[in-house]
C-alpha cells in the first residue's frame, strides 16, 4: 500500500501509484520529483488563497450591499415622512385660504347689512 503525496489516495503498487499521477496529476515519472511535487504544492496554496481572497471580497462586496439596503430603507421612510409632511402643510394652507376667504365674504356681508 503506498499513499499518493499530493492528494492522499492509497494505491496497492507503486506502480499503481506512478500510473495515478500520471493519470490523475498529469505527471510522468521522470517528472516525479520533489521539486515537481512542491510546484503543484505551491500551486495548489496559490489556488487556495486565490479562493479564499475572493470569498472575503465576496462577504465585504456582501456586507457593503446590506449597507446599500439598509440606507435605501431609512432613506424611504424619510422620504415618506418628508411626503406627509408636505401633504399637511398644503392641507393647512387651504385651511387657511377657505378661513381668509370666509372673513372676506364675512366682511362683505356686513358691509351690505349696513
Ligand atoms: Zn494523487
Request: proline share 1%; hydrophobic share 30%; glycine share 4%.
Amino acid at each position: 500500500m503506498v499513499k499518493c503525496k499530493l492528494c492522499g489516495k492509497v494505491v496497492q503498487t507503486t506502480q499503481g501509484l506512478r500510473g495515478h499521477k500520471t493519470f490523475v496529476h498529469g505527471l510522468h515519472a521522470n517528472h516525479d520529483s520533489p521539486a515537481v511535487e512542491l510546484t503543484f504544492r505551491q500551486r495548489i496554496d496559490e489556488n487556495r488563497s486565490a479562493v479564499e481572497s475572493e470569498k472575503n471580497s465576496t462577504s465585504e462586496f456582501r456586507d457593503r450591499l446590506e449597507k446599500l439596503e439598509n440606507k435605501v430603507i431609512s432613506n424611504t421612510k424619510l422620504l415618506t415622512e418628508l411626503r406627509r409632511t408636505v401633504s399637511e402643510l398644503q392641507q393647512r394652507l387651504a385651511l387657511k385660504a377657505t378661513r381668509s376667504e370666509t372673513n372676506r365674504i364675512a366682511t362683505k356681508i356686513e358691509v351690505l347689512g349696513k
